[in-house]
């Protein structure tokens, strides 16, 4: 047999799905997550002996996040991983930390109704708590925001060589699916309040300026963002430059003066940038926690 040793590992149970409907009043509100627990610790003995001993069953896990929903309610998808960990590293003393993340779908009221509503939000919200000991590391963000203007950008300038077919324009339909994760430096933060100005700052970036090409477009974004939220150390980016090219209308005698486009879904250039601030301290290991494990 060969020699090895157990380095990382964590488990849990994934994709939690809670709605809490508060119901104090006629007026309800209500909050829809998907939650996920994993926790680290001493667990060697459950990989080399099969012994599980300190193997916190994973329905208990899942039973944890209906149970803490109902007691703690959810004030916001990052508080509520904060509850969490906090009961999962207070109950059991070998649980040293863990991952816990969520995503969290928008709803809005009905014409006002006081109890129904509709699925409002494009995007879709996302957090994850990531804890080591005394640490404590969230990141927040968001995918599926799909944005487009029709005008006020372009790309020229760049190389060619003689793969290059790609013609230079000053004005194009500019349109992507912004995903984007930041990481705060503190937890003491009105979560819900700066998620709503990290988004508004987003948005209004998107639309205040030229656009030289994605690039250009994202570190703005991320700039603004820094600039105006002290609790956010750095942001990220990930977006596809969602292409619309000019349909060529002159075999039908027709001039196409920027109004008819071809939507090509695929391929697409990937566009990815992290801008942070001058002095931040660079966590490698809280951003590959964030996007999984392998």
Request: hydrophobic share 35%; glycine share 6%.
């Amino acid at each position: 047999m060969s020699a090895v040793k157990l380095t990382s590992n964590q488990y849990g149970k994934a994709e939690n799905h809670v709605v809490r409907v508060y119901r104090d009043t006629p007026r309800h509100e209500l909050r829809d997550l998907n939650v996920s627990s994993q926790l680290r610790g001493d667990f060697r003995t459950a990989h080399t002996e099969g012994d599980n001993g300190h193997v916190v069953p994973t329905d208990t896990q899942k039973n944890t996040v209906f149970a803490k929903a109902k007691e703690e309610g959810i004030a916001s998808p990052e508080q509520f991983l904060l509850t969490l960990a906090g009961h999962f590293t207070s109950s059991f003393d070998w649980v040293t930390g863990g991952r816990w993340s969520a995503e969290e779908y928008g709803w809005s009221r009905i014409d006002g109704h006081d109890h129904s509503f509709f699925r409002s939000e494009p995007e879709v919200r996302t957090a994850v708590l990531v804890r080591e000991g005394s640490d404590d590391q969230v990141v927040a963000g968001f995918y599926g925001l799909t944005v487009l203007k029709t005008t006020e950008s372009g790309f020229v300038g760049y190389p060619k060589d003689e793969y290059t077919t790609l013609p230079e324009t000053e004005d194009r339909v500019l349109a992507t699916d912004i995903a984007t994760r930041w990481r705060y430096n503190t937890t003491d933060v009105d979560f819900d309040a700066v998620y709503r100005q990290v988004r508004g700052i987003i948005l209004s970036t998107f639309t205040d300026h030229y656009s030289k090409a994605l690039q250009h477009t994202l570190y703005q974004m991320g700039q603004n963002v820094v600039d105006a939220v002290d609790e956010i150390e750095e942001i990220r980016f990930s977006c596809p430059n969602k292409h619309h090219f000019v349909s060529d209308l002159s075999p039908f005698g027709l001039e196409n003066p920027n109004e008819v486009f071809y939507a090509a879904d695929r391929p697409y250039g990937l566009i990815e940038a992290t801008i942070a601030r001058e002095k931040a301290t660079e966590r490698p290991d809280v951003w590959a926690a964030v996007t999984g494990f392998c």
